[in-house]
T-cell receptor
Framework: DTEVTQTPKHLVMGMTNKKSLKCEQH?????MYWYKQKAKKPPELMFV???????INESVPSRFSPECPNSSLLNLHLHALQPEDSALYLC?????????????FGAGTRLSVL | GENVEQHPSTLSVQEGDSAVIKCTYS??????FPWYKQELGKRPQLIID?????GEKKDQRIAVTLNKTAKHFSLHITETQPEDSAVYFC????????????????FGQGTILTVHP
């Protein structure tokens, strides 16, 4: 099973709302990633968690707050977002973060900020 | 950091023809080069990958070649079918001096491939 599951599939929120995106994998992977993808553009890395610890933060604004409660779950907490944050948010996982290995992507959450 | 350039940005072929997409990378320490296919509204899916110790890899109608000296790699699709229509992204992973990888994928800008029946 190479499934990475993301919920919700779609999310509409106002600029004052607080919401969370969820990602789950049961492949025993110890590295998990958040990417942001705008239309017709490649995914851009936001965060990397390795063994439940934040390993990389690509200078993402603090209105995005990642959390890794355990090795299977990854959350992205959203607060006071801007309309330009509207995008497809992709989660990915890989066996580990310290070797070149396959990243499996979830189907994404399509976020619209009004 | 790594920079990956991908060409062409759009590619239109007739069913049965071959399609070739080329990428160049900037950092000679990069050691892993995956290709992802993303259909409209769907997730990126790995279709083939190659490591820096290999020059070519083939999987049925898909092949990837790597030229480390020139720092470029290419995706070749033969006998294209309409279901091959999608956006294709090349990527590179940067390795540090110790030979381990940060696991940070740097993507090319994508190629929109259209296969006409």
């Amino acid at each position: 099973d190479t499934e990475v599951t993301q919920t919700p599939k779609h999310l509409v929120m106002g600029m004052t709302n607080k919401k969370s995106l969820k990602c789950e994998q049961h492949m025993g992977h110890r590295a998990m990633y958040w990417y942001k993808q705008k239309a017709k553009k490649p995914p851009e890395l936001m965060f990397v968690y390795s063994y439940e610890k934040l390993s990389i933060n690509e200078s993402v604004p603090s209105r995005f707050s990642p959390e890794c409660p355990n090795s299977s779950l990854l959350n992205l907490h959203l607060h006071a977002l801007q309309p330009e944050d509207s995008a497809l948010y992709l989660c990915a996982s890989s066996q580990v973060h310290t070797a070149a290995n396959i990243q499996y992507f979830g189907a994404g959450t399509r976020l619209s900020v009004l | 950091g790594e920079n990956v350039e991908q060409h062409p940005s759009t590619l239109s072929v007739q069913e049965g023809d071959s399609a070739v997409i080329k990428c160049t990378y900037s950092d000679s320490a990069s050691n892993y080069f995956p290709w992802y296919k993303q259909e409209l509204g769907k997730r990126p899916q790995l279709i083939i990958d190659i490591r820096s110790n290999v020059g070519e890899k083939k999987d049925q109608r898909i092949a990837v070649t790597l030229n480390k000296t020139a720092k470029h790699f290419s995706l070749h699709i033969t006998e294209t079918q309409p279901e091959d229509s999608a956006v294709y992204f090349c990527a590179a992973i940067l390795s540090n001096a110790g030979g381990t990888s940060y696991g940070k994928l740097t993507f090319g800008q994508g190629t929109i491939l259209t296969v006409h029946p």
